[in-house]
């Protein structure tokens, strides 16, 4: 079953052209380490789910591009061009030229009506390449205009459109201190906008990114295409075939309902963070060796700690002791050392996976007192290793992950509602107050859910 | 749209650089979507104005430009000088007897006279447009054309062209002026700023012919290991490399001239980044009335030595903010920052970035509700003659010691009615023009110091919504 992949604003086109090449390269790797009948099952559920054969034989990409500015789809179609692996649909893509100038306002109510219909026909088309369509994984980033708003408003489309696909965005948090200086507002607008039409919001924070590659990767000068490229390997991570527990025999065959079937049991509770251990240089790769109980023993406790890396994890953490008093219902002002989670799901990749136990993560202590682990833990493996990690494990958690940066975003934009900054510039297109207000609202809501776990 | 004295001698030099920027990255000779932001490539071969070409080779490049003076000195220099192929006779608007640095003869007389004529002229050349984004106006606040029949265009901009922006680059007078009456024509064209004007970046030839005499004190210090590349000066010309046969405002003019050119190279060029100028009119103006933008450019020149540590890159952000690299009298980092934009060119990355906001943060003042208030982008494309530049806008209280000095300045005139009969005689002028352009002024100096008083508050942050659990 295929993903198609729609890429929204500078951010979104930017990554999800990392996300193609991580897929490909990893495709392409020597280094499965699995028998060759596994490695051809593997590329041909990767090839089925990501791209469409064209007649030159180069893979295309299940993929819509669009921007309201030219720049960055036309770098992204020619550098992709070049590798001679993969390439772009030349149709599947539009633009125009005066961007979004930052303003949600202006990408959710002047662009998305204007451009709706030639959008969703070139999103229809790719549907139709399909032989069966597992859903839409839409990228974009929260701070500027076009992913923000115009994502807001093709995610409400795509839903009224396919109400029977999985819709997955994958979320841009943007650097605490500012890319963009109304990004708070473009934020919040968003958050409360998609959480009425996607499945599930999967969220990478810039400033976590980040740290992963000044502290884990060494890298001195980080660049976008370096933040970029993490993003796609811990994507990657998430969308390349597994075998889900139910069905051994074949790679899933739909794996965004599968996802959503797993992390979300409830729909006031849509925030999923991911992390992906181990994260290393690569020119260290061949010196290092790992061992699943290490990786599964990190890995529990990043969730428990909430810890975004395998570096300064608190293992002082520990989930509450079954019997004693639950933590009291904190105002968010405190800080909550213990992640309590709703659904997590694990997915292992690599060498001697039938040797991994993951029975740690089906503690009750870990999951809120009215779901049962046996609902809420799944595990997914392959023993066909990604992207030249010979053993990898990735998180996905709809948990308190993201409690704290929500309440942080949420907090710093009302400070600059209640003065009123900025607010002219959303009336112009029609965003009011009360637009501001319904979103403080549906996130306060959410904050709430989240806390009281 | 270049108008008047000041502004035509502006926009010659942008031109002249802009044109070196462009040739200095596209090496193939295309016409590329770079080069259409500010140039069509015309057809010349058929003589006279060809049809447009979109694509391919490059034929004959011609600004995007109005020039506009009411004397015609300034303007017939540059049409017989070497940019005279890049106008056309369909894109000036002259006269002969100048305004007699009289806002109202500019504004209201040649105003009425041109209209039609300056309105027909921005119609043909926004129809040359396959998408208009903003329009820059170039002008000098003291005088009589730039200042008056300026401010008459920006008003026609806005009525004719309602949804595209306008960026002013105004030179105000600086204290020793020698107009008499620049007070009044600054604050006049200061009400028509107000209210009409996207953004306004404000210019001081003080600040211009302080950095110029910076620079030329670096070239001509000689001290061991600091050569300085020619062309990397602020204040360098594209096509003479000897600063000697510069004309008197030529080096101060290329300052505002790069300026301009480094606010529109994240639009035109490739970057891991983007900035468009729309978003620059999002982040920098948190409310309509402040919209004045001080600027300030780094560096000023590029060592010849190519061996220079990163340390250096930290440097360009330090002096970013810095009150001898500000174009204004202004020193910003002991006032109030509303907003801040970074627009970085050249190689940087977002970790330079971060790390120089994370380091300078501590030193600068924000107003509460804007804590973390960075607006960044990042270009790939360095200027001419660097590996990197910085351009900084600050929406920052620092800009109300000038309009302060200029009120008093015009009080100082106003009081004694000096003057006064020059402009009152003039069709459509009244006192009540004066009385409204200086009220207009007293309530922005007055919304500067409201903010101002916010600063040293405590600071408390508002209630947050209680949701019903």
């Known amino acids: 079953m295929s993903i198609i992949t729609v890429q929204l604003g500078q951010c979104g086109n930017q990554i999800g052209h990392e996300v193609f090449n991580a897929i490909c390269s990893d495709v392409h790797g020597k280094h499965g380490l699995c028998s060759k009948k596994e490695n051809e099952s593997y590329q041909d559920t990767c090839k089925e789910r990501f791209f469409s054969e064209e007649k030159d034989g180069v893979p295309v990409a299940r993929a819509v591009l669009v921007d309201m500015e030219p720049k960055v789809i036309s770098q992204t179609l020619a550098v992709a061009a070049r590798t001679g692996y993969w390439k772009y649909d030349e149709q599947s893509y539009f633009c125009q030229k005066r961007g979004s100038g930052n303003n949600w306002a202006n990408g959710y109510s002047a662009h998305g009506p204007k451009h709706k219909d030639v959008i969703m026909n070139l999103i229809q088309k790719e549907a139709e390449k399909c032989d069966r369509l597992s859903g839409f994984v839409i990228i974009m980033s929260m701070a500027g205009g076009t992913g923000s708003g115009l994502g807001a408003f093709v995610t409400q489309c795509l839903r009224d459109a396919f109400p029977n696909s999985s819709i997955l965005n994958h979320v841009i948090w943007p650097y605490g201190t500012g890319e963009v200086i109304v990004q708070n507002y473009n934020s919040i607008l968003t958050l409360s906008h998609l959480y009425r039409s996607s499945d599930a919001l999967l969220v990478h924070e810039n400033d976590v990114v980040h740290k992963i590659c000044a502290q884990l990767l060494n890298i001195k000068q980080i660049s976008f295409k370096d933040v970029n490229q993490v993003i796609a390997h811990q994507l990657g991570s998430v969308f390349q075939p597994v075998y889900t527990a139910e069905s051994a025999l074949h790679y899933s065959r739909s794996p965004l309902g599968d996802l959503m079937e797993a992390l979300v049991p409830h729909p006031e509770f849509k925030m999923l963070g991911l992390r992906n251990i181990p994260q290393i240089p690569e020119n260290s790769l061949a010196y290092s060796t790992f061992s699943w109980p290490g990786l599964i023993k990190h890995l529990r406790q990043m969730l428990i700690a909430n810890a975004t890396m395998e570096e300064g994890i608190d293992w002082q ?61 799944n595990l997914w493996k392959t023993p066909r290793a990604f992207n030249k990690y010979e053993k990898s494990a990735a998180l996905v958690s709809n948990s308190q992950f993201l409690l704290k940066p929500l309440d942080k975003l949420v907090g710093k934009a009302w400070n600059m509602f209640a003065s009123k900054a900025y607010i002219h510039q959303y009336t112009k297109y029609g965003i009011e107050e009360d637009d501001f207000l319904d979103s403080f609202t549906a996130l306060e809501q959410v904050i709430s859910s989240y806390t009281t776990l | 749209v270049a108008v008047g004295q000041c502004g035509n001698q502006v926009g010659c030099r942008f031109w002249d650089l802009a044109l070196r920027e462009h040739a200095a990255v596209n090496k193939k000779g295309i016409y590329d979507e770079a080069l259409s932001s500010f140039f069509r490539n015309v057809d010349t071969r058929s003589g006279g104005d060809g049809r447009d070409i979109s ?57 009425c006279q ?110 061991l290991g600091s050569v300085v590349k020619p062309n990397s000066l602020l204040t360098s010309s594209a096509s003479s490399t000897k600063t000697v046969q510069q004309k008197p405002f030529d080096s101060m003019n290329n300052i505002i001239a790069n300026l301009l ?66 174009l204004l009298k202004a020193d910003p980092k002991h006032s109030l920052y509303l907003a801040c934009a970074l627009l970085v060119r050249g190689n940087v990355q977002v970790s330079d970035l971060r790390r ?17 208030g960075w607006k960044t982008g990042l270009c790939s494309v360095p200027p001419v003659g660097h590996s990197h530049s910085l351009l900084a806008l600050a929406n920052n209280t620092c800009v109300k010691p000038t309009f302060m000095e200029l009120k008093d300045r015009f009080m100082r005139l106003y009081k004694k009615k000096a003057h006064l009969h020059h402009y009152l005689h003039i069709d459509g002028m009244e006192q009540s023009c004066f009385s409204e352009a200086i009220s207009s002024l007293s309530d922005l100096i007055e919304e500067y110091n409201e903010l101002d008083a916010t600063k040293s508050g405590p600071g408390i942050d508002p209630a947050r919504l209680k949701i019903a659990v």
């Open chain 1, 317 to 377: 953490v520990r989930p509450p002791c079954p019997g004693s008093s639950i933590p009291s219902r904190h105002s968010t002002s405190k800080p909550l050392h213990f992640n309590t989670s709703i659904a997590n799901l694990v997915i292992l990749r690599g060498k001697d996976i039938h040797s991994a136990d993951t029975g740690s993560f089906q503690d009750p202590a870990l999951y809120t007192s009215w779901l049962t682990p046996q609902d809420v833990f």
């Open chain 2, 55 to 111: 694509k391919g080779k490059i034929c004959s490049l011609k600004a995007r430009a109005l020039l506009i003076d009411m004397e015609e000195g300034v303007v017939n220099e540059i049409l017989q000088g070497p940019l005279r192929d890049v106008f056309d006779s369909k894109q000036l608007i002259t006269d002969v007897s100048g305004s007699g640095n009289n806002w109202a003869v500019g504004h209201k007389v040649y105003g």
């Open chain 2, 114 to 223: 041109y209209r039609e004529n300056i309105v027909e002229k921005l119609r043909k050349t926004a129809e040359h447009c396959d998408c208009l984004q903003c329009f820059f106006i170039i002008h000098s606040m003291g005088g009589g054309t730039g200042s008056g029949l300026g401010t008459f265009v920006l008003n026609l901009l806005e009525d004719e062209f309602p949804e595209v922006y306008r960026f002013v680059t105004s030179v105000y007078p600086s204290g020793e002026d020698d107009v008499i009456t620049s007070p009044y024509n600054s604050v006049l064209a200061m009400k028509e700023l107000n209210e009409h004007a996207d953004c306004v970046l404000p210019i001081e030839n003080e600040s211009l012919f302080d950095i110029v005499n910076k620079i030329q004190q670096m070239v001509n210090s000689g001290k």
């Open chain 2, 261 to 326: 050119l480094n606010l529109t190279s994240s639009a035109r060029f490739e970057g891991s980044l983007n900035m468009d100028l729309n978003e620059i009119s999002m982040n920098l103006v948190p409310f309509p009335q402040l919209h004045y933008l001080v600027s300030s450019l780094t560096p000023l020149y590029t060592l010849a030595d190519v061996n220079v540590p990163s340390r250096r890159l930290d440097q360009m952000f330090s002096d970013a903010f810095s009150r001898d690299h500000q």
């Open chain 2, 356 to 372: 120089n906001i994370e380091r300078l943060k501590p030193s600068l003042n924000f107003v509460s509700w804007n804590q973390e």
